[in-house]
């Protein structure tokens, strides 16, 4: 149990669906990110939010939609995927985005499957 | 290029033996983390080291930070099948957590 808790753990949806993946950090934290890890790919940063503003997009395209309602809660909201999508989604959170010795800690991911 | 360089990519041994893997880039990093993640699951955080020439160590596990900051190692002393597993190192450039660069990662597995 990290703290960080995501659903759903696994979703398969089609080419034409709209889902929302949901990540709840209980670590008193104001920094949320959403990282993608593909096989053989090493961990990519899509989203950082800090303190309910987004400070980083990854160049992420927008068929994925972040939402951060408050620090505790981060939404990474589908449209329109494509079968290369689909991945483990990570969801993560730390102190604050900016501190030196900042350690991010992770969600147990949601596996997506694009079909 | 990848910034953060782990090797070795795959290690396989037997249960009971010793193993380094490594962790190095060119860059200096003002934080470095370890993790260890499970198929199917998101990495648990083993170690976060802040200071050059730090050396931390949880239970088997050995972990050292290069004095330049530029490097670090993790040593697992009689290694066990639960140890099994990718282990992913991950620094911090200057302050910014959310920049934290991920290496491909050491896919270690201990048979018994």
């Known amino acids: 149990e990290t703290g960080v808790t995501q659903t759903p753990r696994h979703l398969v949806m089609g080419m034409t669906n709209k889902k929302s993946l949901k990540c709840e950090q209980h670590?008193?934290?104001?920094?949320m990110y959403w990282y993608k890890q593909s096989a053989k790919k090493p961990l990519e940063l899509m989203f950082v939010?800090?303190?309910?503003?987004?400070?980083e997009n990854n160049s992420v395209p927008s068929r994925f939609s972040p939402e951060c309602p408050n620090s505790s809660h981060l939404f990474l909201h589908l449209h329109t995927l494509q079968p290369e999508d689909s991945a483990l989604y990570l969801c993560?959170?730390?102190?604050?985005?900016?501190?030196?010795?900042?350690?991010?800690?992770f969600g147990e991911g949601s596996w997506l499957t694009v079909v | 290029t990848q910034l953060l360089e782990q090797s070795p990519q795959f290690l396989s041994i037997q249960e009971g033996e010793n193993l380094t893997v490594y962790c190095n880039s060119s860059?200096?990093?003002?934080?470095l983390q370890w993790y260890r993640q499970e198929p199917g699951e998101g990495p648990v955080l083993l170690v976060t080291?802040?200071?050059?020439?730090e050396v931390k160590k949880l239970k088997r596990l050995t972990f050292q930070f290069g004095d330049a900051r530029k490097d670090s190692s993790l040593h697992i002393t009689a290694a066990q099948p639960g140890d099994t597993g990718l282990y992913l190192c991950?620094?911090?450039?200057?302050?910014?957590?959310?920049?934290?660069?991920f290496g491909d990662g050491t896919t270690l597995t201990v048979k018994p």
């Open positions: 993560a959170s730390s102190q604050v985005q900016w501190q030196e010795g900042n350690t991010i800690y």
């Open positions: 991950a620094g911090a450039l200057n302050t910014n957590a959310g920049k934290s660069t």
């Open positions: 080291v802040v200071t050059g020439g």
């Open positions: 939010y800090n303190f309910k503003e987004q400070t």
């Open positions: 860059s200096v990093f003002s934080s």
């Open positions: 670590l008193g934290h104001n920094a």
